[in-house]
DNA sequence: CTCCGGGTCAACCATTTGGTTGATCCGGCG
DNA sequence: CGCCGGATCAACCAAATGGTTGACCCGGAG
């Protein structure tokens, strides 16, 4: 059987020693080449095609510092002609991450603590076309669908948006035109969905779920 | 020059593998032993001095999933003879985890994403007895100086960790063992020094002030 | 010793927030 | 057409939070 042939995306030189020596020790993978985030890994891909050497999978982490994340970048990729499979491998397992993944076309999440057999699978899974999840990521999958999640309104996310900014109510009302009273009755529904009761656990249970970002990020 | 021998630390076999990887490639450092959190770090470090083979530096992950994390493992090992210094390399970068770090007796403050020879430095640094902090934990504590933040309390940045996590004021009293007046008292403190004026304005002007992480992280 | 700052607590009051009920408007769907 | 859900608003009450004043204890600096 043929070397299968990896792109490693992530912003941490580290990470990306860490991979390169694991994956290098494993019979029949090698690290075709290497990218600090979304764009140099496309930019990576394609020139690599062109030269008729294309990349089997790409090992994606999620959160990169300064450039594309990964969420992004991997649905870029699948947009691309003999686009390979994705296997994000990354240290957050919150829901929306996943699925976000997994909607943009992911074939694969790992964590990042994960012991070295087990990614060495997901990459043989990948590379032969398969799903390969991690043992905690499906639980936290079946359990998603076990209790499905209510979705908020983009208005509700837009005024949790507000929220975490730290205004008050009235704030918020001035702001989106909108009446005081309104607001509180947007607050409620989003506590329920949240399931909280009040503004800061809303914050902190948005943020957890990655529906909003982090104050000041 | 003899060889600096090294204690990796971290969760992750991952990154353990790339730091083994990446100091491996210089000269004069090598890796005498691994340990997946501050307990083993302990073991690790007695075993080779009874061996009469000390390690030089460690070099230690601020989280780690399960066992103990690493500001406690730092105070620990410093409590030890001849200690060896300890060489902070994590992903976090906010003023508590500084602080906290610091006062633990750590030498140095890497970031994960810091480049390899960025690296190699701070560990010769730190064989070397001398400090050494990533250009942008010093470009932090820089701005700290220049900017005088009025500086909060200990107590208070904790009041502000569990203010982040949604608490009520009574909540935050049980769970503090202080009455809720205490609490109040130390909110009106907490918002005079962000310069806000309610709960969830000085969560955001904190996280982005790194004073606390964000909700979640 | 005295002073000061951090931490603790109480009492009080104004304002904000939380929770409920009920209502209107509008756009899409069967 | 009638129904439903999202968005809007009002009125009302209960509870939490914000803001102030004053007080006590303690440990360290002068």
Known sequence: MNQIRILLVDDHPVVRAGLRAMLSDFEGISVAAEAADGDAALR?????????????????????????????????????????????????????????????????????????????QAVLAAAAGQTALAPKIAALLMNRIANPAPALTPREI???????????????????????????????????????????????EATQRRIIRAPGQ
Chains 1, 2 share one sequence.
Do not use: C, W
């Open 44 to 120: 990576e891909l394609k020139r690599l095609q062109t030269l008729g050497d294309p990349v089997d999978v790409v090992l994606m982490d999620l959160q990169m510092g300064a450039g594309m994340d990964g969420v992004t970048a991997t649905a870029q990729i699948r947009l691309l002609e003999a686009a390979p499979p994705v296997l994000i491998l990354t240290t957050y397992d919150t829901d929306a991450d996943i699925l976000a993944a997994v909607e943009a076309g992911a074939s694969g999440y790992m964590l990042k603590d994960a012991p070295p057999e087990q990614i060495r």
């Open 158 to 204: 837009q005024l949790l948006e507000l929220l975490a900014t730290g205004l008050s109510n009235r704030a918020i009302a001035k702001k989106t035109f909108i009446s005081e009273a309104t607001v509180k009755t947007h607050l409620v529904h989003i506590y329920g969905k949240l399931g909280v009761d009040n503004r800061t656990a809303a914050i902190s």
